[in-house]
C-alpha cells in the first residue's frame, strides 16, 4: 500500500515562493508515476504536475507552466513543487498522488490510485 505524506503548504503574498514536498512509503518510489493536483474551494480537483519515474517526461497544466517546477528525488522517496510568482488563484488544498503507471504513460490525465491527505497553500494579493 503506497503512503504519502505532504508538507510544506502555508500563506504567502502574490508574487511569492512556497515549495511542497510529499513523501512516499510501501511501494517502490523509483516505479510511481507521480503528481500534484489542486482543489480551490468550490471547485474541483484539477492537476497541475505529473513526472515519470525518472523525471525524463512532465507535464504541466497551463496555468502553472513558468512558475511551477515539479522534481523528484528517488533516493528520497520524494517528490516535490516549486512554487513561484505565487497568484491569488493558485490557493487550494495541494495533494500529492501516485500511480503504478511506466513512463510513457504518465501524465495528468491517467488515474491515480494513490493520493496524499493534502497540504493547504493559500496565497494573498
Known amino acids: 500500500q503506497v503512503q504519502l505524506v505532504e508538507s510544506g503548504g502555508g500563506s504567502s503574498q502574490a508574487g511569492g515562493s512556497l515549495r511542497l514536498s510529499c513523501s512516499g512509503s510501501?511501494?517502490?518510489?523509483?516505479?510511481?508515476?507521480m503528481a500534484w493536483f489542486r482543489q480551490a474551494p468550490g471547485k474541483e480537483r484539477e492537476g497541475v504536475a505529473s513526472?515519470?519515474?525518472?523525471?525524463?517526461?512532465?507535464d504541466y497544466d497551463d496555468s502553472v507552466k513558468g512558475r511551477f517546477t515539479i522534481s523528484r528525488d528517488n533516493a528520497k522517496n520524494t517528490l516535490y513543487l516549486q512554487m513561484n510568482s505565487l497568484k491569488p488563484e493558485d490557493t487550494g488544498i495541494y495533494y500529492c498522488?501516485?500511480?503504478?503507471?511506466?513512463?510513457?504513460?504518465?501524465?495528468?490525465?491517467?488515474?491515480?490510485?494513490?493520493w496524499g491527505q493534502g497540504t493547504q497553500v493559500t496565497v494573498s494579493s
Open positions: 498522488a501516485a500511480a503504478g503507471a511506466p513512463w510513457r504513460s504518465c501524465g495528468l490525465g491517467i488515474n491515480f490510485a494513490y
Open positions: 510501501g511501494y517502490p518510489f523509483s516505479n510511481l508515476c
Open positions: 513526472i515519470s519515474t525518472t523525471g525524463a517526461v512532465i
